[in-house]
């Protein structure tokens, strides 16, 4: 859903940019279409840190494939983790 807005965005950390952010909300509320498409948006989005914490991982074991903590068995990827867990 490239392209589609799921909030408010302020470039600063001002009382002011705030009340702007809060003008364009409302203003998007009084629009009921609008606003509902971007409530769906919104709930779509995934917020979760597997997958940004997976690519640190693959890029260390990459940068320092001779670290001891890889002798140990080093961390497993998190996909083998859960599956793990359930098992």
């Given at each position: 859903?490239?392209?589609?807005?799921?909030?408010?965005?302020?470039?600063?950390?001002?009382?002011?940019?705030?009340?702007?952010?809060?003008?364009?909300?409302?203003?998007?509320?009084?629009?009921?279409?609008v606003w509902r498409?971007?409530?769906?948006?919104?709930?779509?989005?995934?917020?979760?840190?597997?997958?940004?914490?997976?690519?640190?991982?693959?890029?260390?074991?990459?940068?320092?494939?001779?670290?001891?903590?890889?002798?140990?068995?080093?961390p497993r990827p998190?996909?083998?983790?859960?599956?793990?867990?359930?098992?």
């Amino acid at each position: 859903m490239a392209g589609v807005a799921t909030g408010f965005l302020s470039s600063e950390a001002t009382v002011e940019a705030m009340l702007d952010a809060v003008d364009r909300a409302l203003e998007l509320w009084s629009q009921p279409l609008v606003w509902r498409r971007l409530q769906r948006a919104a709930r779509v989005q995934v917020f979760s840190w597997a997958a940004p914490a997976e690519r640190y991982a693959a890029l260390y074991r990459r940068l320092a494939p001779g670290a001891a903590w890889r002798a140990a068995g080093g961390p497993r990827p998190l996909a083998a983790r859960s599956l793990a867990q359930r098992g």
